[in-house]
């Protein structure tokens, strides 16, 4: 079993930029996709971002693409998301989670999945 603990949400303005992280323990997640996925309230869960194993490649919901950059640290069993030119509308819960497969864009494939960090983004 994985356990999450995301962290670095918090209040910013539109504009800037937070840093999030997902700590991952219990086994390794190297061999694993890992993405961020992110619910706003009276809203679905949404994909944000993905990456694969090696963290070579990457895949972008179109809304973030540009101003947000996904990236693991496999020595430290540790998933990143880097967010700038914040925005009013990514004001929301972020969730990280782990799949068993390549490049994992369906929530419903992950099958770990952390306890999530707020962020809002005044406007």
Known sequence: QVQLVE??????????????????????????????????????????????????ITKYADSVKGRFTISRDNAKNTLYLQMNSLKPEDTAVYYCAVAPGFLVVTAESYEYWGQGTQVTVSS
């Open 7 to 56: 962290s670095g949400g918090g209040l910013v303005q539109a504009g800037g930029s937070l840093r999030l992280s997902c700590a991952a323990s219990g086994r390794t997640v190297s061999g694993y996709c890992m993405g961020w996925f992110r619910q706003a309230p009276g809203k679905e869960r949404e994909f944000v971002a993905a990456i694969g194993w090696i963290g070579g």
